[in-house]
T-cell receptor
Framework: DSGVTQTPKHLITATGQRVTLRCSPR?????VYWYQQSLDQGLQFLIQ???????AKGNILERFSAQQFPDLHSELNLSSLELGDSALYFC??????????????FGEGSRLTVL | AQTVTQSQPEMSVQEAETVTLSCTYD???????LFWYKQPPSRQMILVIR??????QNATENRFSVNFQKAAKSFSLKISDSQLGDTAMYFC????????????FGTGTSLTVIP
């Protein structure tokens, strides 16, 4: 158990809909990362938050948004969903801005299926 | 931008044998970190091994070791005495510190250990 909790584990929805994925980081971790894993595109970095503020942004679509709350949990909002958004969405956390121990602690992921 | 390439989409190895997974990366940085992550069928991402670029000595963790060739920008993972539980996707990752700690992942190598 990594200590990172993601909900829901599975989600099925229709095109055009909006969903919210939630992540609770490991206790004490200030940084939260979101990744998208599709079958044909490997692991894509979406966005990172550190202590409530956006720290780095990757290949995140404008239809997607995220935030980190004062209690450090994070939510990833996906709107106007398309079939291609079907993927496994991972949240990861680390102690601080620099995980110099080299370890990201990953959640089990949220499997999103868009029909 | 940093890129990470894993040129072996799939590999297999007999139980108890040794297998090497390849990874190359492209960067102009001198200080960085390299990692191998494992994703078993349970889909949880787990850190296998890390290497700091400033260290010349290759990292070793029990049956897992790396061959880090900084000049060649190569970072291969050797798994000795392969076990059935080693069956998983293996991702090579690059991280440059002090930039928001964005991790760059390869597309992964699916390893199957054959009994």
């Amino acid at each position: 158990d990594s200590g990172v909790t993601q909900t829901p584990k599975h989600l099925i929805t229709a095109t055009g809909q909006r969903v919210t994925l939630r992540c609770s980081p490991r206790s004490g971790d200030l940084s939260v990362y979101w990744y998208q894993q599709s079958l044909d595109q490997g692991l894509q970095f979406l966005i990172q938050y550190y202590n409530g503020e956006e720290r780095a942004k990757g290949n995140i679509l404008e239809r997607f948004s995220a935030q980190q709350f004062p209690d450090l949990h994070s939510e990833l909002n996906l709107s106007s969903l398309e079939l291609g958004d079907s993927a496994l969405y991972f949240c990861a956390s680390s102690l601080g801005q620099e995980p110099n121990t080299g370890e990201l602690f990953f959640g089990e992921g949220s499997r999103l299926t868009v029909l | 931008a940093q890129t990470v390439t894993q040129s072996q989409p799939e590999m297999s190895v007999q139980e108890a044998e040794t297998v090497t997974l390849s990874c190359t990366y492209d960067t102009s940085e001198n200080n960085y970190y390299l990692f191998w992550y494992k994703q078993p069928p349970s889909r949880q991402m787990i850190l296998v091994i890390r290497q700091e670029a400033y260290k010349q000595q290759n990292a070793t963790e029990n049956r897992f070791s790396v061959n880090f060739q900084k000049a060649a920008k190569s970072f291969s993972l050797k798994i000795s005495d392969s076990q059935l539980g080693d069956t998983a996707m293996y991702f090579c990752a690059f991280m440059k510190p002090n930039t928001g700690n964005q991790f760059y992942f390869g597309t992964g190598t699916s390893l199957t250990v054959i009994p």
